[in-house]
């Protein structure tokens, strides 16, 4: 994806060197930290879909399937 947009944003001088500190310590640059931030952000706040929403109201309920473990997750998955 073509990257055209830029963004400014102000922050303390202290935060910013901060950041940069750990973003050098990670080999990462601080432009793809941000990206993978925002991205973070706009899935936590997307809608669920209908599907989503039914699991989370039996979830709360107490009903629906609950594993033990990822594994027996997957196995009943088929993965």
């Known amino acids: 994806m073509a990257k055209e947009m830029q963004m400014s944003i102000k922050m303390e001088p202290e935060l910013h060197a901060e950041f940069m500190a750990v973003a050098a310590t990670t080999h990462t640059p601080a432009a793809q930290i941000v990206r ?26 107490g009903e629906g399937t609950s594993f033990d473990s990822a594994d027996a997750l997957f196995k009943d998955l088929g993965i």
């Not at 931030?37 to 309920?61: C, G, K, V, Y």
């Open 36 to 61: 993978q931030l925002i991205r973070s952000f706009i899935i936590r706040h997307e809608t669920p879909n209908a599907t989503t929403i039914a699991a989370m109201q039996a979830a709360d309920r």
